[in-house]
């Protein structure tokens, strides 16, 4: 499942995205969004907000971070993601 979260654009200083994650984290410059399919690891995220300096840009990065670990239940995949983990272990 793919996550968007609005950014008007990239920031100047942004260094290149990480080989094993640019399929997965892109910016779409048309509709002023920056995407991540799937979820995203904590590890992902940290690498993600290192690539800039710009608070808009880490911020974005957050809410699609928050997006993509604790999604929203779908009535087709009940428990799905970090929801799914936690289940599993007894935590909700």
Not at 19 to 26: E, S, V, W
Not at 66 to 75: A, E, I, N, R, Y
Request: aromatic share 10%; proline share 7%.
């Amino acid at each position: 499942m793919d996550h968007f979260i609005n950014l008007p654009s990239l920031p100047s200083d942004l260094q290149p995205i990480p080989a094993d994650l640019a399929d997965r984290f892109g910016f779409d410059a048309t509709a002023h969004q920056l995407r991540f399919a799937g979820f995203m690891s904590k590890g992902d995220f940290d690498r993600l907000t290192q690539l800039s300096d710009s608070w808009a840009y880490k911020r974005a990065v957050e809410a699609l971070f928050q997006c993509c670990t604790l999604d929203d239940v779908d009535p087709q995949r009940p428990l799905h993601g970090l929801r799914r983990i936690l289940a599993s272990i007894g935590l909700i």
